[in-house]
C-alpha cells in the first residue's frame, strides 16, 4: 500500500513539471502574441499586389476548390483549398470549423487577406469573417487560458505530490492531499470553459481573468474547508457496526417445561 501512495505521488508529480513547463512557455508567448496583433491591427492596406511577404494588408479574391472541416479526425486541423483567379492554389488551415468554414462548399467566392505572405483571415460573401491558423487575432487570448489552466493544475499536482511524501502513513494527510490535487483539476477545467466561451461569444482578452477570477476563488476556498476536513477526520469512513448475533436458546430437556422429570418417569426409576 506503502508502494501505491509514492508511485501515485510521482505520477502527480511528473503531471506537475509537465503542466508548469507548459503554463510558463504559454505565458511567455502570451506577450509576443499580443505585439503580433497589435502590428496586425495597425497595418496599413497594400497601395499594390505585393510581390514578397509584406507587413501590409492585400485582399485577394478566392474560390474554393475544397474544404473539409475532418470532424472526428484527431491530429487533423479544418483545411481548405483556395483557388485565386491567377496562379498557384493556397491550402489554409483552420484553428475551429465556426462560423466560415462549416459553411463553405467547393465553388464559393471569399476574400482572404494576406500578410506578411501568409492569409490570415478569410470573409464569406455574407462578410462573416474567420481567423486561419496564421492568424494573429485571438492568440493572446488563446496562450492566456492556456496559461491559466496549465499552471493551476501544476501548482495544485505539486502541491498534492509532495505532501503525501512528507506525511507518510497518515491517511488524513493522504485525503488531504487528494483534495487538492482534485480542486486544481477543477480550476484548470474552469479555465478551459472560460476561454471557450470567451471565444465563441468574442469577448475581450479582460474577460477571461473577469470570469475565472471569480471562480477560482470559490474553488480555492472549498479545497481549503476540504483540506481541513479531512486533516480533522470529518472525512474519514466510519466503521460499519456489526450487527449483533442472536445467541441461540438453549432446548429444554426431555420432561417437564423446567427440566424436571414427569411422575411417570419417577415411578418407573
Request: contains cysteine; proline residues 8%.
Amino acid at each position: 500500500m506503502r508502494y501505491k501512495a509514492a508511485a501515485r505521488s510521482v505520477v502527480w508529480l511528473l503531471v506537475a513539471v509537465a503542466t508548469l513547463v507548459t503554463g510558463v512557455v504559454a505565458a511567455g508567448q502570451m506577450g509576443r502574441a499580443l505585439d503580433r496583433e497589435r502590428e496586425y491591427r495597425a497595418a496599413p492596406a497594400c497601395a499594390s499586389v505585393p510581390v514578397r511577404a509584406a507587413g501590409c494588408l492585400w485582399e485577394q479574391e478566392f474560390t474554393v476548390r475544397t474544404a473539409d472541416t475532418h470532424r472526428g479526425e484527431r491530429g487533423r486541423s479544418p483545411e481548405a483549398e483556395l483557388l485565386p483567379p491567377s496562379g498557384r492554389s493556397w491550402e489554409v488551415t483552420f484553428r475551429a470549423t465556426d462560423p466560415v468554414l462549416s459553411e463553405l462548399e467547393p465553388a464559393d467566392k471569399v476574400v482572404g487577406v494576406i500578410w506578411h505572405g501568409r492569409v490570415v483571415e478569410v470573409r464569406d460573401a455574407d462578410g462573416r469573417r474567420q481567423q486561419t491558423s496564421a492568424g494573429p487575432v485571438g492568440m493572446p487570448e488563446g496562450h492566456f487560458g492556456g496559461a491559466l489552466a496549465c499552471l493551476s493544475v501544476g501548482l495544485t499536482a505539486l502541491v498534492g505530490g509532495l505532501w503525501p511524501l512528507f506525511a507518510r502513513r497518515d491517511p488524513r494527510h493522504a485525503k488531504a492531499a487528494a483534495v487538492v490535487r482534485w480542486h486544481g483539476v477543477g480550476m484548470g477545467g474552469a479555465a478551459v470553459l472560460t476561454l471557450w466561451a470567451q471565444e465563441s461569444n468574442d469577448w475581450p482578452l479582460w474577460a477571461i481573468p473577469a470570469i475565472w477570477g471569480p471562480l477560482a476563488l470559490l474553488a480555492s476556498a472549498s479545497m481549503v474547508a476540504f483540506a481541513v476536513a479531512a486533516l480533522r477526520g470529518d472525512l474519514d469512513d466510519e466503521a460499519t457496526p456489526t450487527p449483533p448475533v442472536p445467541v441461540a436458546a438453549r432446548p429444554p430437556s426431555a420432561g417437564g417445561p423446567d427440566g424436571a422429570a414427569t411422575g411417570k418417569e419417577r415411578g418407573s426409576s
